[in-house]
């Protein structure tokens, strides 16, 4: 007998692995602490925690250090991989930006002795703030698990695209009572809550309330309210708190510094919460919790759920080199970052709060809404990658910002939640809007006529939101003034790059004439480039140069001229831009920003493609290689700056595949692939991409010739999206390119 005891207890052991072995292997190898560490202007500054794919809802723990110092600009999306504490919980978040917003709706298992430990608990800051360990966290696309050392509480998280679903399993401890705080005052940015408000309905087992809060972006337009709802299994003992004091059995409190708690029988050791929220209203909330959760689904049920929504997202890329496995984790975890935003803004029934303050019913051509657009960060890849790989998802992002027109009268800058905020610089959905339609993947709702106006208007005119800086003086001059605007040289060089886009679409759109008065605009840029340093500058009205530093030396080359006579030639250009790699290599610290070439800066993120337009793409291959090997280490502090919406990682996602981007136009250059071979199921599945690279190795990083469908790509070192990459409408079509490498630089000058 206790023969067969021993056997049962082993078979139950090796079902427990074998599941662990399966939870940990379904998915392909990932690293998703890249992006949560760094300092100063190296923070990634992504959230740790689970969410759907582009989902609003961003659930997952906000740290501390041991010292519980805080370090804002460590924390602008609330998880920091150096942090020992876990603070509590909440269900929204920034995605890797470099400001900090969002952060509400808090919520935290805890353990206490009597009232009196909780009062002690609530009435200082972070009082309820646990201990953790990496050694004791699960980090999966769409599920997190972590230990609470301080609380002795398990707690495991999975989320749809509105709805957090919590499960808290306590460990058993003599006089110990298990309890929930919920914190629905909180907000991860201090001091920004404006209004708060918690209801207890213990005869429907239900919690709900909004706050209202003013962040660094969403104050910028009046704020912004996340409406809540909480459901649970038991509602029998319960208590607020405001400013520290506890009531209990009170079941309704307001303002900012309030909660309400729950305790759960003694014998209860696991419960499941379910956090529906909305930015609509409270039933709208209810009404999200109800359909996402198909009326409150188990756990497990939920996180199976959530988990295949990332298996076939994820199962679209595959990519495989044996010389270099972290290659293949960066790739994998970039991927997860890529599809993780923007936001989708729309919920359940198509409903969505709208730049007017009015709700809507999102139209039947878009599958969703989508907001949290860092237009200044996403133009430059994100965007681009997602129109390569989605173009459904691409003409969603682009409608969405027609809607912001429609609806709020311009064009958007850095479009958050349902508003304005101002934030940067340039008008550069111009450029958005030019890469879906030179690409030729927009669908045939995109009104032209619509685009154009809106286009017109942002170049011409002062919008009432997200305006150019003064349109008129600016086209007086044909550049910025410095002794009127400090930022002179960034923004001539914005402006010039956004007109040329604006061309691109007046061409599409059959304006001929009005297009070539843009592409004329698109050549300003030389205005603000000072002869006798190589650099851009700000300038004066009078003509002075004014030359600080040497931070926007390069842009996007839409006009061949900038090499060719700006530079005094190829030779001068590609010493100048060889200089400014050699020297930005050496600098080892993200903490502050690299004086010539920093990979986090986005003003740099095009400068290693750019010897290709000078005939030495082996420089481009050669810089390309070095800086994924160096500047995106497989470690939590695995990106060189804020991740800003997708940005950096999209970066590395092309630059790794081996061609990039030039935003705003059909065009990629070719730079030198990270692996073996790579695919890429495109369009919903309408076509693939496979490349196949020969004789990959470390050393043999440049690329000697490459073949597009078996021909030789006569176009190297360039890729057109319509002529090489546009899917056609055969089924399952395949598109090969095939890249050959080589140890040795193949020189291209005589082109």
């Known amino acids: 007998m206790a023969a067969r005891c021993i056997l049962v207890f082993l078979l139950f052991i090796l079902a427990i692995n074998l599941s662990y072995q399966y939870n940990n292997t379904k998915f392909p190898p990932l690293n998703l602490y890249i992006g949560t560490d760094g300092d100063g202007f190296g923070a990634g500054s992504l959230p740790l925690g689970v969410q759907s794919p582009y989902g609003a809802l961003r659930l997952g723990p906000d740290t501390s250090n041991t010292m519980d110092i805080p370090i804002v600009f460590n924390h602008l999306a609330g998880y920091h ?35 009196k430990h909780l009062q002690a608990m609530i009435s200082k800051r972070n009082g309820y703030r646990s201990a953790f360990q990496h050694e004791r966290e699960v980090v999966e696309p769409g599920y997190y698990q972590v230990y609470l050392d301080t609380h002795k509480i398990n707690v495991e998280l999975t989320a749809t695209e509105q709805v957090g679903i919590h499960r808290y399993t ?67 003992q319960f208590g607020t708190w405001n400013h520290g004091q506890i009531t209990e059995g009170q079941t309704e409190i307001d303002g900012c510094s309030s909660g309400a708690y729950i305790i759960l029988p003694d014998e209860q050791e696991q419960v499941t919460m379910y956090v529906g929220i909305s930015f609509v209203s409270i039933e709208q909330a209810r ?54 935003s923007p936001t989708i803004w729309d919920e359940s029934n198509g409903v969505y709060l709208g730049y007017d303050g009015k709700v ?60 304005y905020t101002g934030c940067m610089f340039g008008s550069h959905a111009d450029v958005l809007i030019s890469d879906l339609i030179m690409k030729k993947e927009n669908d045939n709702n995109l009104d032209l006529k619509e ?47 956004d007109d040329w886009a604006i061309a691109n679409v007046m061409n599409a759109a059959g304006l001929v004439d009005e297009a070539k008065e843009y592409y004329e605009r698109g050549t300003w840029f030389e205005h603000v480039f ?28 839409f006009d061949k001229r900038y090499i060719e006579e700006l530079f005094g030639g190829r030779d001068n250009f590609i010493k100048e831009l060889t200089i400014f790699f050699e020297r930005g290599q050496p600098w080892k610290t993200t903490l502050l920003p ?33 800086l994924l090997n160096h500047a995106y280490p497989n470690a939590p502090d695995g990106l060189p700056g804020n991740d800003d919406y997708g940005t950096m990682s999209a970066w590395y996602i092309f630059t790794s595949m081996g061609f990039y981007p030039l935003s705003g136009s059909s065009t990629y250059l070719i730079g030198s692939p990270a692996f073996d071979r790579i695919k890429i199921s495109r369009n919903n599945g309408k076509c693939n991409l496979l490349i196949n690279v020969h004789n990959n190795s470390p050393t043999n990083l440049y690329v000697q010739r490459v073949l597009l469908n078996n021909e030789t790509l006569s176009t190297f070192p360039f890729i057109d999206h319509i002529n090489h990459f546009k899917c056609s409408n055969d089924n399952q079509s395949t598109i090969q390119l095939d890249f050959f490498m080589s140890s040795t630089p193949v020189f291209s000058l005589d082109k």
């Open 530 to 557: 000072d002869n006798k340093t190589n650099f851009f500058c700000p300038k004066d009205k009078a003509g002075n140069f004014h030359c600080p530093s040497n931070e926007l030396e390069f842009l996007d080359p």
């Open 287 to 340: 009404t999200n919790l109800k359909i996402q959760t198909n009326t409150l689904q188990s756990f497990d049920s939920m996180r199976t759920i959530v988990q295949q929504k990332w298996l076939d997202e994820l199962a679209r890329f595959e990519v495989s080199a044996d010389w270099d496995r972290d290659a293949e984790i960066k790739f994998n975890t970039a991927i997860v970052h890529s599809l993780s």
């Open 451 to 497: 685009v154009v106006q809106a286009l017109r208007k942002v170049a011409n005119q002062n919008q009432v939101h997200d305006s150019r800086w003064d349109p008129a003086t600016y086209i007086q001059y044909k550049y910025v003034p410095y002794d009127m605007e400090k930022t002179s040289a960034p923004l001539t060089i914005s402006y010039a790059y």
């Open 81 to 115: 991989y150096s942090d020992s504490h876990i603070n509590i919980f909440s269900h929204t978040h920034m995605f890797g930006a470099g400001v900090v917003d969002y952060g509400e709706v808090g919520i935290m298992p805890v353990q206490i002795d009597s009232i």
């Open 594 to 626: 690299n004086p010539y070439y920093w990979p986090g800066n986005e003003h740099n993120l095009f400068s290693v493609w750019q010897f290709n337009y000078a005939n030495r793409s082996d420089l481009t291959q050669k810089y390309a290689r070095w």
């Open 170 to 236: 306590y460990d058993k401890i003599k006089n110990k009572h298990h309890v929930i705080l919920i914190d629905n005052s909180y907000t991860l940015q201090a001091n920004v809550c404006t209004e708060s408000h918690v209801k207890i309905d213990s005869i429907n087992h239900e919690l709900s309330g909004l706050i209202h809060f003013d962040g660094s972006l969403s104050g910028r337009f009046g704020g912004v309210t996340t409406y809540f709802v909480i459901t649970l299994n038991n509602l029998t």
């Open 360 to 419: 809507h019913t999102k139209p039947d051509y878009m599958q969703h809404v989508y907001t949290d657009l860092s237009i200044w960060d996403i133009h430059r890849t994100q965007i681009p990658f997602i129109n390569f790989h989605d173009a459904q998802r691409g003409n969603d992002i682009i409608h969405s910002i027609m809607i912001n027109v429609e609806q709020g009268g311009d064009l958007p800058k850095w479009p958050l939640a349902n508003g």
